[in-house]
């Protein structure tokens, strides 16, 4: 079974300053997709980052980037020069061909003026 | 485009009353995912379909829980009776073409609150 675990249940950056939020997960696939989603307040849940498997270089956008470790099953989540509007639930997210889409716990990030 | 549409976004309701939660999921994406978030259970996905037809209802609950997909542009979750243990926050999501690549978009969610 998959598995995703995310072993930080809150984080805590001051503005502009660099945070990298964890996570691993648990699968025998090698074919697969790992995503980064966010939830404010609004309980929208907004896509961050996205990263397939079969791709070595790291996914980025703007000031989101990732660490996929494929061996080690491990796919960190940095944001550089933090906002305040980045203060929210982070989940990441593990899908293979199925499209059953497992979650994290989550992160709770909070960011310091 | 609109992105995904759910209605209502809030209901309260009380115990054993039927209660429908419906989906307009983005224009031309052919999967269509309901999921439920909870303090305890996290997010759960209870079903979904591929070009209307249910292809997984493995974590629908209990038979209280129903899907329907009549077209491409709708869709409905229904409970019947409802429970105070329903209470959550449900999530529509939809994707495109080869939805294991696609990212799941998801609405903005109908937070549910059973008396």
């Known amino acids: 079974a998959q598995t995703v675990t995310q072993s930080q249940p809150e984080m805590s950056v001051q503005e502009a300053e660099t945070v990298t939020l964890s996570c691993t997960y648990d699968t025998s696939e090698s074919d697969y997709y790992l995503f980064w989603y966010k939830q404010p307040p609004s309980r929208q849940m907004i896509l961050v980052i996205r990263q397939e498997a079969y791709k070595q270089q790291n996914a980025t956008e703007n000031r989101f980037s990732v660490n996929f470790q494929k061996a080690a099953k491990s796919f960190s989540l940095k944001i550089s020069d933090s906002q305040l509007g980045d203060a929210a639930m982070y989940f990441c997210?593990?899908?293979?061909?199925?499209?059953?889409?497992?979650f994290g716990a989550g992160t709770r990030l909070t960011v310091k003026p | 485009d609109a992105g995904v549409i759910q209605s209502p976004r809030h209901e309260v309701t009380e115990m054993g009353q039927e209660v429908t939660l419906r989906c307009k999921p983005i224009?031309?994406?052919?999967?269509l995912f309901w999921y439920r978030q909870t303090m305890m259970r996290g997010l759960e996905l209870l079903i979904y379909?591929?070009?209307?037809?249910?292809?997984?209802d493995s974590g629908m609950p209990e038979d209280r829980f129903s899907a329907k997909m009549p077209n491409a542009s709708f869709s409905t979750l229904k409970i019947q009776p409802s429970e105070p243990r329903d209470s959550a926050v449900y999530f529509c999501?939809?994707?495109?073409?080869?939805?294991?690549?696609?990212?799941?978009?998801f609405g903005p969610g109908t937070r549910l609150l059973v008396l």
């Open positions: 997210a593990f899908t293979y061909n199925n499209n059953d889409m497992r």
């Open positions: 224009s031309g994406h052919d999967y």
């Open positions: 379909f591929n070009n209307n037809v249910p292809i997984d």
């Open positions: 999501a939809s994707s495109g073409y080869r939805a294991a690549q696609e990212t799941q978009y």
